[in-house]
C-alpha cells in the first residue's frame, strides 16, 4: 500500500493509480434515492459517505452501516486495489455523547458499523479511518497532570482511555475479517499528545490538521515509527516530511462545506500541491 500518493476530491475521491477512496460531503435530502450522477465523478467510478446535511456523525451511528450511497460505493469500487472508509470513533462516540453510551456499547456499535460497510465490498485492500475529533478533550492524560480520575472528571472533562477502546475494538474486528486486507488509520483535527498516536503497532496511518499541527508532529520523539502520515494542508509549506505512500488531504474533509464549488477550490488546491511535492 506504500507506493502511491493520494488526493482527496469531492463526491469520492481523485483516483490516482487506481485506487479510490471514499469521503465525507454533506447533501439536503437522503430520502431520495442516491444514483450515480448524485454520488459519483472521475467518470463514476468512486463514491462518497453521504450524511444529510446539518446531521453530525453520532447521528449516523445509531443506524450502523445506513448510509445513503453505500450500494452505489460498493458497486463502483468492485475490483479496485484499495478503498478507503471511515466511521466516527469509539473516543468521541463515549467523550460527546453526553453519557448515551457506555464503553461496551461504543465499542460494538463502532464495530457493526464498520463490519456492515466492509459486507459484500469486494476489493483487495481497504483503509479504515477511525474519526476522532474528541481526541484533544478526551481526557487520557490526567495522569501526566498528577491527577487523578476523579479530579480530572471533576473539571467537567470526561476521562476515555482511547488506548484500551481501540485495542478491544481491533481484537473484536479480528477474528470477523481478512488482517491482510483491513489497515487502520486514525483522523483528528485538534491537537494532541502526538508521540502517544505512535505506540499502537494496529494504527498505521496517521491524519491530522497539518495546517496548524505539522511542526508539533514531526518535532515529536516518536514520529512516524514505520506509520504512513495523511497531511491535512492547505499550502505546500505545510507539508514538512512528505513520503511515498504518505496522503494528502483537506485538513478536516470536506463535509462542513456550503457548497460544490467551494469543495472545488480546495480539491483544486491539493492537486496543485501534490504537483508541487
Known sequence: MN????????????????IALVSAISVDNT??????????SCGGKCLPELPKKGEYMLEY???????????????????????????????????DSKNEYTEEQAINITKEHILRILDKLNVENIICFLDEPSLETAGFDYKSMDM????YESLGI???????????????????????????????CGNFNWEKLFDLDFIKIVSFDASKY????????????????????KNRSDVL???????LTPPCGLGNLADERECESILENLVRIKGEI
Open 31 to 40: 430520502n431520495q434515492p442516491a444514483t450515480t450522477s448524485t454520488c459519483t
Open 214 to 233: 505539522a511542526q508539533k508532529l514531526v518535532s515529536s520523539k516518536t514520529f512516524r515509527s514505520g506509520r504512513e502520515i495523511a497531511w491535512g494542508v
Open 158 to 188: 470526561k476521562s476515555v482511555d482511547y488506548k484500551a477502546l481501540w485495542r478491544e475494538l481491533h481484537k473484536r474486528l479480528i477474528p470477523q475479517i481478512n488482517q491482510e486486507r483491513l489497515e487502520f488509520g486514525v483522523h483528528t
Open 61 to 95: 451511528i445509531k443506524n450502523p452501516g445506513r448510509l445513503s450511497c453505500l450500494n452505489e460505493f460498493r458497486n463502483a469500487v468492485r475490483g479496485h486495489s484499495l478503498v478507503k472508509i471511515q466511521t466516527v470513533g469509539p473516543v468521541t462516540i463515549l467523550s
Open 148 to 151: 487523578s480520575k476523579k479530579e
Open 241 to 247: 516530511s512528505f513520503r511515498k505512500g504518505d496522503f
Open 3 to 18: 507506493n502511491w500518493i493520494i488526493v482527496g476530491i469531492i463526491a469520492g475521491l481523485l483516483i490516482v493509480g487506481g
